[in-house]
C-alpha cells in the first residue's frame, strides 16, 4: 500500500477558498433560508396582526411596523426571501437541465445577486417608506 | 452485525418535496403580489376580505404546510452537513420538527377563522 502523501483528515481553510460566483449564491440560498427559518415566528406573528379585526391589534401591528429594528430586520428578510426565491427558481432551472454550461451557470448566479438585490431596492423603498 | 446504517431511500421523496413545495411557495408569491397590484393591501379591510377568501385560504393552507416541509427538509441539511455530534443532531432536528409544526398550527387558524 503507498504511503499517504497527503495528511488526513484534512482540514480546510475557509478564509483560502475561494468559491466561484455560483458557491457564493448557492452559501447565500443557505444562510437566507436558514433567516427566514429563524425570523419565521415574527412574520407569522405580524401575519396575525395584520389580519385580526380588534383595534388593539391594528394600532400594535402600526407600531411594530413603524419600529427601525423591525424595518431593517424585515428588510434583511426582504433580501433573504426575494435572493432565495430566484435562487430556487435557478436551481429548478437546472433540474431541468437547462444553464448548466458553465458559462449559462455563472451568468445565472450574476443574475440571480442583481435581479434579488434590485427588488429587494425596490420593494425596500416602499417597505422603508410607508 | 458490524454495518454501517446510511440511508433509508428518503433523499429522492426530499428532493421531489422541496421542488414541490418551491413551486407551490412560488405560485402563491405570485398570486399575492399580483393581488397587492390589484389592491388587496391597500387596506386593512380589503386585506381582511381578500384573505377569508374560500379559494385565498385554500391556497393559503397549502402554502403553509409547503412552507413547512420545505423549511424542515432545508434546516434539517443545515444541522446534518454542520453538526458532528449525533446527540447534538438528534435534539435539534426534534427542536426544529416541533417548532415548524407550531408555527404551522397558529398560521393555520389564523387563516382558518377569518
Not at chain 1, 1 to 26: N, V
Not at chain 2, 59 to 73: D, E, G, K, P, R
Not at chain 2, 107 to 114: F, G, H, N, T
Request: hydrophobic share 60%; with cysteine; net charge positive.
Amino acid at each position: 500500500m503507498p504511503e499517504m502523501t497527503k495528511p488526513r483528515p484534512k482540514h480546510l481553510a475557509l478564509h483560502q477558498i475561494r468559491l466561484p460566483l455560483a458557491g457564493y449564491a448557492s452559501i447565500l440560498h443557505r444562510v437566507s433560508g436558514a433567516g427566514l427559518f429563524l425570523m419565521l415566528p415574527l412574520l407569522v406573528w405580524l401575519l396575525q396582526l395584520s389580519l385580526s379585526p380588534s383595534q388593539e391589534s391594528a394600532a400594535l401591528f402600526s407600531a411594530v411596523m413603524g419600529n427601525l429594528l423591525v424595518k431593517l430586520i424585515l428588510l434583511g428578510l426582504l433580501w433573504a426571501f426575494l435572493h432565495h426565491f430566484c435562487m430556487g427558481i435557478r436551481i429548478l432551472l437546472i433540474d431541468v437541465h437547462v444553464g448548466v454550461e458553465k458559462q449559462q451557470a455563472h451568468n445565472s448566479a450574476m443574475a440571480v445577486m442583481i435581479i434579488s438585490l434590485a427588488l429587494t431596492l425596490v420593494f425596500g423603498l416602499k417597505l422603508l417608506g410607508a | 452485525m458490524n454495518r454501517l446504517v446510511v440511508g433509508a431511500h428518503y433523499g429522492l421523496m426530499d428532493w421531489l418535496a422541496q421542488r414541490v413545495t418551491a413551486i407551490v411557495m412560488a405560485v402563491y408569491t405570485l398570486i399575492i403580489f399580483a393581488a397587492a397590484l390589484g389592491g388587496a393591501t391597500a387596506s386593512r379591510e380589503a386585506w381582511h376580505s381578500f384573505m377569508a377568501n374560500g379559494f385565498i385560504r385554500y391556497i393559503s393552507f397549502l402554502f403553509i404546510v409547503s412552507l413547512c416541509y420545505h423549511a424542515w427538509v432545508g434546516v434539517r441539511d443545515i444541522w446534518m452537513d454542520y453538526l458532528n455530534s449525533a446527540a447534538l443532531r438528534v435534539i435539534l432536528h426534534v427542536l426544529t420538527l416541533l417548532a415548524l409544526i407550531g408555527y404551522a398550527g397558529w398560521a393555520v387558524q389564523i387563516i382558518w377563522r377569518l
